[in-house]
């Protein structure tokens, strides 16, 4: 079953803490990996994807195929930078349709 | 180019009455996806639809829900004789093709049943 876990509902850290919101995901071959942001009273955004191994805003995300695992990385966290992340993993196939986590709310507290 | 725009926002419903949402893609776009977020959960998919076509629609309940995208106009997602169980934040995403860079999101609808 295709499925991605999101365990932490609310992340909560320091200004200028190092932040890693944990993403795993359950698929047999190779998914593709996306982490998408919502800042307060806007719209869903992609933040970024794993095949083009970029950094947006400070973030990174590593796919490890072992541990199975797209967590969300940034050195020093800004207090712009608070607003519910999602984990999203497209599937191989004809369909184009994206399976999201549950989301983590990250707060960066001054 | 302004996006992926949804309406109405926010649409409240009584019970058994029907419940339209409508979605136009961006510019160019000729695919449109639509989710569902649910309290304390997830976007859940529901449809994805090309012009005229739909391609997938595993997450659509078999009962009371149908979505179109016809040749003109906008994307319309349908729930007839709703029930509170509807109640949930609507999305709709597009994308000009089955992109490696994701969908562009509209702001969603809203939909309360009282």
């Known amino acids: 079953a295709q499925r991605v876990t999101q365990p932490e509902k609310l992340l909560s850290v320091f200004k200028g803490a190092p932040v890693e919101l944990k993403c795993n995901y359950s698929y047999s071959g190779s998914p593709e990996l996306f982490w998408y942001v919502q800042y307060s009273r806007q719209r869903l955004q992609l933040l970024l994807r794993h095949i083009s191994r970029e950094s947006i805003k400070g973030f990174t995300a590593d796919l490890n195929k072992g541990e199975t695992s797209f967590h969300l990385k940034k050195p020093f966290a800004q207090e712009e930078d608070s607003a519910m992340y999602y984990c999203a993993l497209r599937g191989s196939g004809a369909t184009n349709k994206l399976i999201f986590g549950t989301g983590t709310l990250l707060a960066v507290q001054p | 180019n302004a996006g992926v725009m949804q309406n109405p926002r926010h649409l409240v419903r009584r019970r058994g009455q029907e419940a339209r949402l409508r979605c136009s893609p961006m510019k160019g776009h000729s695919h449109v996806y639509w989710y569902r977020q649910l309290p304390e959960e997830g976007l859940k998919f529901m449809v994805y639809?090309?012009?005229?076509?739909?391609?997938?629609e595993s997450g659509m309940p078999k009962e009371r829900f149908s979505a179109e995208f016809p040749k003109e106009g906008p994307s319309i997602l349908r729930i007839q004789q709703v029930v509170r169980g509807d109640s949930a934040a609507y999305f709709c995403a597009s994308s000009p093709e089955r992109t490696a860079y994701g969908y562009t999101f509209g702001s969603g609808t809203r939909l309360t049943v009282v």
């Open positions: 639809l090309q012009k005229e076509n739909i391609i997938d």
